[in-house]
């Protein structure tokens, strides 16, 4: 990961109201969208408001508040989606082996289906 939060990644654009999004659930702490490329029949993806690269970097410098209140609003999210009772998937890419492609922490709700195997090589 770079040593710094670049602030022109498009997850910051989106919370800067600079690029739009199809949003599901906003609190003080979270928000959470549309995935523009869905990998799932229902594919959503959750970021906090403040300025983190990815899962580490939120883990260890935000607030507990922070931390708390977005995985509620994870859960909140999920509820909005109405996934609940049908199942789904959480997942949050961190870095070159994983793939991760938007350097701002987000983590991906996947579901609405399903959603085959865990992990695909590929
Ligand atoms: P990752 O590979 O974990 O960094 O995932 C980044 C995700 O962001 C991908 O699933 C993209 O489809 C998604 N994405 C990129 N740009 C946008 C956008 N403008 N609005 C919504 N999702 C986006």
Do not use: W
Request: proline share 6%.
């Amino acid at each position: 990961m770079p040593q710094a939060y670049d602030p022109n990644n498009i997850f910051a654009k989106i919370l800067r109201g600079e690029i739009p999004c199809k949003k599901i659930y906003e609190d003080e702490v979270a928000l959470c969208f549309h995935d523009v490329a869905p990998q799932a029949p229902v594919h959503a993806l959750v970021i906090p408001k403040g300025e983190y690269q990815s899962f580490s970097d939120f883990t260890l410098k935000a607030s507990s508040k922070e931390v708390c209140g977005f995985f509620q609003a994870v859960q909140r999210s999920i509820e909005a989606l109405k996934l609940e009772a049908g199942g789904y998937r959480l997942l949050s890419n961190h870095g070159e082996h994983a793939g991760q492609e938007v350097p701002h922490f987000h983590v991906h709700i996947c579901g609405g289906g399903h959603l085959g195997k865990m992990i695909s090589r590929s």
